[in-house]
């Protein structure tokens, strides 16, 4: 499945931001679509997942009750909502696509989005 991010760009520290991450070419079924960040010399990690059937969802602890992941079966896409952004927050965000349960591993990947928090 092809993904395509948007969303993003620059915010204070306590506003919020929305990430979107629309599939094309194929829909997404039993997939679980996630959120992942990499902040500057940091490794990836994962952020939120929601699982497609069934819709149930999965946060790391650093943006429980803060960041909330949610979907649209009409237009075929997972927001992430980010409230209350810590100048922590800042990273390049990716939405990836697995097949394989949340732990993935994850095969479809979309181009990462800016994320960057002032404080």
């Known amino acids: 499945v092809q993904l395509q991010a948007s969303g993003g760009g620059l915010a204070q520290a306590g506003e919020s931001l929305r990430l979107s991450c629309v599939a094309s070419?194929?829909?997404?079924?039993?997939?679980?679509v996630a959120w992942f960040r990499q902040a500057p010399g940091k490794e990836r990690e994962f952020v939120a997942g929601?699982?497609?059937?069934?819709?149930?969802?999965f946060y790391a602890d650093s943006v429980k009750g803060r960041f909330t992941i949610s979907k649209d079966n009409t237009k075929n896409m997972v927001s992430l909502h980010m409230n209350s952004l810590k100048p922590e927050d800042t990273a390049v965000y990716f939405c990836?696509?697995?097949?394989?349960?949340?732990?993935?591993?994850?095969?479809?990947w979309g181009s990462g989005t800016q994320v960057t928090v002032s404080s």
């Open positions: 929601l699982r497609w059937r069934g819709g149930s969802t």
């Open positions: 070419e194929h829909t997404f079924n039993r997939h679980v």
């Open positions: 990836a696509a697995t097949r394989n349960g949340v732990a993935g591993p994850y095969g479809s």
